[in-house]
């Protein structure tokens, strides 16, 4: 049978207490709607509708656009308005739908796989995943009788006897198509001015449909974010669950509990993970690597055997086998460090390349340039890639020796094996073996301490 996926995403989110509507709040790196949109992408659903509200430009920029209908809820009158709203992108639409709530974030494809199929097994019409939640927080309370759910009841609206109650509502329903014709006849919630989906589920069974909750997956998996403690603690449960696997696979991790990783990121057998360290984007670590504390990796490529060193930031760069970065070093977009190389501290470096063994030890700044293999830059060399107006680039080739504090004005070539004299400025091109000098001879003014006037006198 069909299967085709709405995600309720246009609430304001006003818990939230943010200009930024809620579902695009960020969670380890993405929007909580993107989560969700992925989840529904790899249980393979072949129509998904996103049901949005005012932020839909926004929404969509992190989503892919493709294989999504977007849906615009023009007033925010509650979760089944919103599944209203979405009824024009499901016109024609015959088989199974699977709701799911943009700001339920954590859900798996597993559990909807196993979802999808109990459905299937159990013949329903209208499904609905629960689970236990102690305490019960806001959720709305499923009711059953003699074992059956019969209606779900919102906080609001429980009795205190009610609000005992563990067993909740996490959001997620799965309906034949048939069931939508039954939001007509869901009433206004006076109190609240909504319309509720959850009263779905009793006015199915009254009309002979069968329905029924499968308590199924926890807390960690069907967290709904209302507030930012809610949006913190799904950080950690996400968290927790990431390094669980990344163990599994053969990660160390000095301190789990200060390292934040994004669901992207592959990390390789034997790599150590220092605390504070932050992986965000779709970064790849290989294998023995060591990342030391306080580093952030963004969007980048590390090969095996890498050290990053205390307090790197390395952005949209590549790390090349036995190379060491930090501490304290800048990556930034751009960069490939080559194998065995070594970039030390303080040392930023911007769209270049560094060749095999090379070295920038001490506090330079590369930028725009291209250099070699087992070159060694000297403390506090700088490459002047830039004239207040355009950028230009420096070639530095295989075993060139730049002394230390020297400048590079490019555009500028510096030869196969060159050596460039500390405190030099060039400006020139630098032959392959020449030595380059730029700087004044020293003079030395014999007795000139002695005879320097005293202070005071
Ligand atoms: C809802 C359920 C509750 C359940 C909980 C699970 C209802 C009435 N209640 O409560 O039983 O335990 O989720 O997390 O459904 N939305 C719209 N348009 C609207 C209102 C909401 O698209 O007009 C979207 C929101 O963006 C959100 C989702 O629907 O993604 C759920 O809405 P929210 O207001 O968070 O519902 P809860 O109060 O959490
Ligand atoms: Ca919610």
Sequence with gaps: MKLATVILAAGAGTRMKSSTPK?????????????????AKAVG?????????????????HLDSDKTTFALQK???????????????????????LILSGDTPLVTQNLLTKFIKLHKQKKEDLSLMTFDATPPHAYGRIIRSEGKISRIVEDKDATSEEKLITE????????????????RSIPLNKAKGEYYLTDIVSIALKKGFKAGAHLLGSETELTGINTRAELHRATLFLRERLVAEFMQSGVTFIDSSSVFISKETKIGQDTVI?????????????KKCIVYPN?????????????????????????????????FAHLRPGSVIGSSAKIGNFVEIKKSVVGKGSKASHLTYIGDAVIGKDVNIGAGTITCNYDG??????????????????????????????????????????????????????????????KRPQKGK
């Design 75 to 97: 007033k925010q009158d509650g979760t089944a308005g919103a599944l209203r709203s979405a009824l024009p992108a499901l016109k024609g639409f015959e088989g199974n739908i």
């Design 168 to 183: 909740v509502n996490s959001g997620i329903y799965l309906m034949k198509s048939s069931i939508l014709n039954l939001l």
């Design 274 to 286: 220092y605390p504070n360290v932050h992986i965000e984007g779709r970064s790849v670590i290989g």
């Design 23 to 39: 579902v695009l709040h960020n969670l380890m790196g993405k929007p909580l709607i993107a989560h969700v949109a992925e989840a």
């Design 295 to 327: 580093s952030r990796i963004l969007d980048s490529i590390i090969a095996d055997e890498v050290t990053i060193k205390d307090s790197t930031v390395i952005e949209s760069s590549e790390v090349k086998s036995k190379a060491s970065v930090g501490p």
């Design 389 to 450: 107006k355009n950028k230009f680039k420096t070639e530095i080739h295989d075993d060139v020796f730049i002394g230390s504090d020297s400048q590079l004005v490019a555009p500028v070539k510096v030869g196969k094996g060159a050596y460039v004299g500390a405190g030099s400025t060039i400006t020139r091109d630098v032959p392959p073996g020449a030595l380059a000098v730029t700087r004044t001879h020293q003079k030395n003014i014999y007795g000139w301490a002695k």
């Design 45 to 61: 659903s072949s129509r998904c509708v996103v049901v949005l509200g005012n932020h839909t430009q926004e929404a969509k920029k």
